[in-house]
């Protein structure tokens, strides 16, 4: 029966099976642990899911002055605990009754979810789509990211302007992380060192992402005609080389930094002071 009229039969020609390739039989020719990537990936990105999800229903222990936790920074809830050492954000009502993290994360979230390096990493860790470079997708059928939903990605970009704004408000709150809980200048605590290795990691990441680099060098026929557009390209570009180690690591420094703030909050431990 002819391909075209047999949807089953047309599915078992595509893919690894497709007549232009060679005709092995096994599944793909990879000797080594392949697999031990995409679980380690997988199992990361759980943890982190698990993790950020019980901190963000929690609604509780996300301020222990003068530190806010990243999750639910900027607070914009009007039932947001007073944070006495920093700006009053609370411009949603109290018609809000869930926790303010939400109303937040879904910024940060969104630039991960669509970001370039996460969509390889989660659509190897838990889609195999594919599991492994030269490893077949079990799937016989392909669509790219061309329909719904998976075409959402394409709104990488606008998450990419929203992620600049909310490292803004969290270098704001570092800068914070130098006040004590009256106001004074002066303040150095372990919080403050977790805090300024965070947003160094967030920035970095943040700056390093692909649409930020095509922001600042992309369309220019001539970059003999932009030379400061030109070197600011190529700092993001040597970022940009290291954006799946900076992903990873400032996922783990977020979640740390909260960690940090719920520990200190919760009474579970006193933030030690260096001055
Ligand atoms: Fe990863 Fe933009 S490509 S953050």
Redesign the pocket.
């Known amino acids: 029966m002819a391909t075209g009229t047999d949807p089953q039969a047309h599915a078992r020609t595509r893919g690894v099976h497709e007549p232009s390739r060679a005709a092995i039989r096994e599944r793909h020719l990879r000797g080594d642990r392949w697999w031990l990537a995409p679980a380690a990936t997988a199992a990361g990105l759980l943890a982190f899911v698990v993790y950020s999800t019980w901190r963000a229903f929690a609604d509780a222990d996300y301020y222990a002055a003068p530190y806010v936790s990243p999750f639910y920074s900027p607070c914009v809830a009007e039932h947001c605990e007073p944070m006495r050492a920093g700006p009053n954000w609370e411009i949603v009502g109290s018609w809000w009754g869930l926790s303010p993290a939400l109303l937040i994360l879904i910024f940060p979230l969104g ?2 979810l ?5 969509r390889k990493a989660y659509y190897r860790g838990f889609w195999s789509s594919p599991p492994a470079c030269a490893v077949p997708e079990p799937r016989s059928r392909y669509t790219g990211e061309t329909r719904f939903p998976l075409i959402l990605q394409n709104s ?1 970009r606008y998450f ?1 302007y929203a ?1 600049v704004l909310v490292a803004g408000i969290l270098t704001y709150d570092t800068v914070l992380a130098f006040r004590d809980e009256h106001y004074d200048w002066g303040h150095m605590g372990l919080g403050t060192v977790v805090f300024l290795v965070n947003i160094v990691l967030i920035w970095a ?2 700056l ?5 680099r095509h922001i600042i060098g992309g369309r220019l026929k001539h970059f003999s005609r932009h030379p400061v557009r030109y070197r600011m390209w190529g700092w993001v570009s040597r970022l940009n080389a290291r ?1 799946a180690q900076l ?1 990873w690591a400032s996922l783990v420094s977020v979640a740390l930094a909260d960690l940090y703030v719920y520990l200190v909050a919760s009474g579970a431990f006193d933030d030690p002071r260096f001055f």
């Open positions: 630039f991960r669509t970001c370039y390096y996460y990488h990419f992620a990441y943040t390093s992402c692909h649409s930020c954006h992903a």
